[in-house]
């Protein structure tokens, strides 16, 4: 992180000159500061989704885990976060931090790797899973031997798209804190895998 010093020069009428200068300096730093953690990323505000009317909707195209990690940190609460492209390769879990609660569209694409889990809801955040798209194909998808979809110890959503481990070992969603099922599909393929592996609570209205 860099660091910014001002100084004022002496003379009293290039004081208030040099506020000026430093005002709208440090309101140019704000605004950058602002905008940076969303590179990669689309904002507009939107008027038409069900699940949250109104909200602000984040388009994330950047291709790589770690730039999804940093738009997640940049949400604002009630945001959605709609994936434009598949997102494979994944190494490290894309952790949902204490306190957030938005909306990931997965819009039919894909999120894939080999992580110990793709996600990772933290204790105080929530996080809800859709699928926006027509054909239904956006999917979670972890590959390691032993990897999850998701590790939840919050609370997680899922009313679309289709979590899956295949990994021998793989669960697709480890719960230990509230899920909450209304469509979508969660499974596991590997031979000592778990859809589900609840040590929470569990709520199922819907999906398989």
Do not use: W
């Not at 990994?167 to 480890?174: C, R």
């Not at 719960?175 to 209304?182: F, K, R």
């Amino acid at each position: 992180m860099c660091r910014v010093e001002i100084k004022f020069v002496q003379e009293d009428s290039k004081v208030k000159k040099s506020k000026k200068f430093v005002l709208a300096g440090l309101v140019l730093v704000a605004i950058t500061m602002v905008l940076l953690p969303l590179a990669g990323c689309k904002t507009e505000v939107d008027t038409s989704s069900p699940q949250q009317p109104g909200g602000k909707v984040i388009e994330y195209s950047g291709g790589t885990f770690t730039g999804l990690q940093e738009a997640v940190k940049a949400l604002e609460s009630g945001a959605i976060l709609k994936l434009t492209a598949d997102l494979t390769g994944v190494t490290e879990s894309i952790s949902i931090p204490a306190g957030k609660d938005f909306t990931l569209d997965l819009k039919g694409h894909t999120i894939s790797g080999t992580a110990d889990s793709i996600l990772e809801v933290q204790e105080s955040a929530k996080l809800t899973i859709i699928d926006s798209s027509s054909g239904k194909k956006g999917a979670i998808t972890a590959t390691g031997e032993g990897g999850d979809g998701v590790n939840n110890y919050g609370t997680l959503e899922v009313s679309g798209g289709t979590i899956t481990a295949t990994g021998e070992y793989g669960t697709g969603v480890d719960n230990y804190g509230t899920l909450e099922v209304s469509g979508g599909t969660i499974t596991a393929t590997g031979e000592y895998g778990y859809g589900v592996d609840n040590y929470g609570t569990l709520e199922v209205s819907g999906g398989t």
